[in-house]
């Protein structure tokens, strides 16, 4: 796995957790923000031909 793609990996692991998080505290800005981080974090991989699980 190159270092590009561990790094997106991470962040969106992370990502992930925090919008699990924030729907179950009902917290819907942050939820939003961390929909958003992920949809950007997507939108790099593709730009850079990356598969993600």
């Known amino acids: 796995m ?3 793609t561990h790094a997106i990996q991470q962040r969106l ?3 992930y957790a925090s919008l699990r998080t924030a729907r179950a505290d ?3 800005y942050l939820a939003d923000i961390r929909q ?3 949809n950007e974090l997507r939108r790099i991989a593709a730009a850079n031909d990356i598969t993600l699980d």
């Open 13 to 15: 692991d992370a990502a």
């Open 26 to 28: 009902g917290d819907a």
């Open 2 to 4: 190159g270092e590009l």
């Open 36 to 38: 958003e981080e992920i």
